[in-house]
C-alpha cells in the first residue's frame, strides 16, 4: 500500500500569508494526486486533481505542484475561510485510493 | 449541482451489520462510480469501495470479504453494507462521488458524513 505523508501536521498562520502543505507518496504515484479541503461538519473538497488542475470552482490562490514522490499545496494569500483541514488523496493503483493524514492550518 | 446525505442507524452491537444508504441529489447517478469512505477516530481516511452506475464493484482488499456495496439509480440511492462488526469499524462513514475526465477519476463530490458506532 502506498502511504502518504504529509507535513506539517499543524500550520499556524495569519490572514494573508503564504501556506505551503507538503505531502509525500512512498513510491512515486506520477501526478496522480489530489489536495481535499474539509471544515468541522461539511464535506470535503475537491481543490485539486492529477496534482496541478484546479477543480471546478476553486479560486485561483490555490495551486498544486509536484510529481513521482513529492507534492505541494500552496495557499497564496490565507483568507478566513481558507482555515480548515487539507489531505492528499493518491489514485495510481485505481480503483484502491490511499489518503494523507492532513495538515490542519490554523489561525496563528 | 450534485448532492450527497448519508443516512442509517447510527448504533450496532458487535457482529452485527452495518447498513447505511446515500442519497443522491440534484443530477443522475449515470456515468459516475459511487464510493464508500470512512474515518475511524486518530486514523486517516480509507477508502471502502465503489460501484459504477451499471453495478459493477470494487471493494478495499482488506474488507472485501465483509463489505457490499449495491446501487439502485431509480431511487437515485447507494447502499454499503458491512457484516461483522467490531470496535474497529466505528469511524465516520462518507458516501462520495467519484467522476472521471480525461481519464481521471477523483472524488468530486462528497456527503458531510455519518458516525457509525460498534457497541454493546
Known amino acids: 500500500e502506498i502511504v502518504l505523508t504529509q507535513s506539517p501536521a499543524t500550520l499556524s498562520l495569519s490572514p494573508g500569508e503564504r501556506a505551503t502543505l507538503s505531502c509525500r507518496a512512498s513510491?512515486?504515484?506520477?501526478?496522480?494526486l489530489a489536495w481535499y479541503q474539509q471544515k468541522p461538519g461539511q464535506a470535503p473538497r475537491l481543490l485539486i486533481y492529477?496534482?496541478?488542475n484546479r477543480a471546478t470552482g476553486i479560486p485561483a490562490r490555490f495551486s498544486g505542484s509536484g510529481s513521482g514522490t513529492d507534492f505541494t499545496l500552496t495557499i497564496s494569500s490565507l483568507e478566513p475561510e481558507d482555515f480548515a483541514l487539507y489531505f492528499c488523496?493518491?489514485?495510481?493503483?485505481?480503483?484502491?485510493?490511499?489518503f494523507g493524514g492532513g495538515t490542519k492550518v490554523e489561525i496563528k | 449541482q450534485v448532492q450527497l446525505q448519508e443516512s442509517g442507524p447510527g448504533l450496532v452491537k458487535p457482529s452485527e451489520t452495518l447498513s447505511l444508504t446515500c442519497t443522491v441529489s440534484?443530477?443522475?447517478?449515470?456515468?459516475?462510480?459511487w464510493s464508500w469512505i470512512r474515518q475511524s477516530p486518530g486514523k486517516r481516511l480509507q477508502w471502502i469501495g465503489h460501484?459504477?452506475?451499471?453495478?459493477?464493484?470494487n471493494y478495499n482488499l482488506s474488507l472485501k470479504s465483509r463489505v457490499t456495496i449495491s446501487i439502485d439509480t431509480s431511487k437515485n440511492q447507494f447502499s454499503l453494507k458491512l457484516t461483522s462488526v467490531t470496535a474497529a469499524d466505528t469511524a465516520v462513514y462518507y458516501c462520495?462521488?467519484?467522476?472521471?475526465?480525461?481519464?481521471?477519476?477523483?472524488?468530486?463530490?462528497w456527503g458531510q458524513g455519518t458516525l457509525f458506532t460498534v457497541s454493546s
Open positions: 440534484g443530477g443522475s447517478m449515470r456515468g459516475d462510480y
Open positions: 460501484i459504477y452506475y451499471s453495478g459493477s464493484t
Open positions: 488523496q493518491q489514485r495510481v493503483n485505481w480503483p484502491e485510493l490511499t
Open positions: 513510491q512515486s504515484v506520477s501526478t496522480y
Open positions: 492529477d496534482a496541478s
Open positions: 462520495a462521488r467519484e467522476s472521471c475526465s480525461g481519464g481521471s477519476c477523483y472524488l468530486r463530490t
